[in-house]
């Protein structure tokens, strides 16, 4: 949905008569990101990254809740497209982080990532047959060109001791 105003826009005090001309409710954030994350979308996650200040506040947010130093966190995009650099220690420190964020709202990574075999997107066709189905909940990372190709994944796999926290 759009709005659009035409001729002169005026900042005022709000009159004690205003009257609600509309209401719109986005969807909840969670799904954005679940979304965004499943099909990799890179234009969300720019939009969502530039609501927080862009790609260095993102790293910035990133190195003081985990913990880590700007050597081993740091972001030329939000979305992760281009030269960024991100040690396999810094993400496992956010995804430790993150899990226990998502805990205090009650939800899992399941919640806001892909899940193999299960969810459809970058992980649809992974860990898909009977025995793995929905074993690995995780965000892929591609870059065909950069530093020579570049593939990560990263997430939760179940395994029959537990759950288990990985960095690829």
């Known amino acids: 949905p759009t709005v659009a105003f035409t001729g002169s826009v005026y900042v005022q005090p709000m ?24 099909y990799s979308n890179n234009f969300v996650a720019e939009r969502l990254g530039d609501m927080v200040g862009g790609p260095h506040a993102v790293a910035r947010l990133v190195q003081q809740n985990a913990g ?18 991100v040690t396999p220690n810094a993400m496992m420190k956010l995804l430790r982080i993150l899990r226990t964020d998502l805990g205090r709202y ?14 459809r997107g970058t992980l649809e066709n992974r860990f898909d047959n ?3 189905s929905g074993s690995v909940i995780g965000k892929t990372g591609t870059l065909g060109q ?5 593939s990560a994944l990263a997430g939760e796999i179940n395994t029959r001791s537990g759950k288990l926290l990985f960095v690829i």
Do not use: W
């Open 146 to 150: 950069t530093d020579g190709g570049a």
């Open 68 to 85: 880590v130093q700007p050597y081993e966190f740091s972001l030329a995009t939000s979305s992760g497209l281009g030269i960024n650099r």
């Open 106 to 119: 009650r939800m899992s990574f399941a919640d806001i990532m892909p899940v193999a075999g299960l969810d």
């Open 15 to 38: 009159p004690s008569n205003a009257k609600l001309l509309f209401n719109h409710e986005s969807t909840p954030m969670r799904d954005i990101v679940k979304v965004m994350m499943c």
């Open 130 to 132: 009977d025995f793995s």
